[in-house]
């Protein structure tokens, strides 16, 4: 069985600017190729896991999605790194303004994204490893098996609110590992 690197998107692969869907808004995190690298030498396969309620909300279309994606997986080619397969969540429970306005099992904190991956690809969660910068993300991490959860600082771990999930001092923090950035997530990976 693989073992995977399972990388929330914004905050993590590129700059939370909020909703990011246009290219020119598009930021890499310094150290994301680095420590993208260091984990496909270590063995394991990289895929991207975000929620992405813009697109319930309205705000831009799953082609615009998609559009920024084929980009994004383009810039990692030209960095040799291989992104196994981007997961998204086009839902939300409340807040939508078309047929992506529901609840679902794939929209994080549920597990649903990583277990659809862990199905298709044939993952040992166990040995995989997860990188975010909201609660919710660890919460779906664990709640999919992961063992490795690393957890960046970011905004979402001051403010409260739905998007964030529980508050920080709610979600178990026997194995989260805080980092202050993604090199701090690179060291940690050094040491798997
Ligand atoms: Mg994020
Ligand atoms: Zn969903």
Redesign the pocket.
Known sequence: MAKALFL?????INI?HGYVHKIENFEFVDGIFELCRLAMTKGYDIFVITNQAGIARGLYAVSDFEKLTSWMLAQFEKQYINIREVFYCPHHPTKGVNEFKMSCQCRKPAPGMILQAQEKYNLDLGASIFI???PS?MQAAEAAGINNRILVASRYLEEEGESAGKKPDQISQSKVKKVSNVLGALEIIKAL
């Open positions: 929330d998107r914004d905050g993590i939370d975010g910068d909201k993300d």
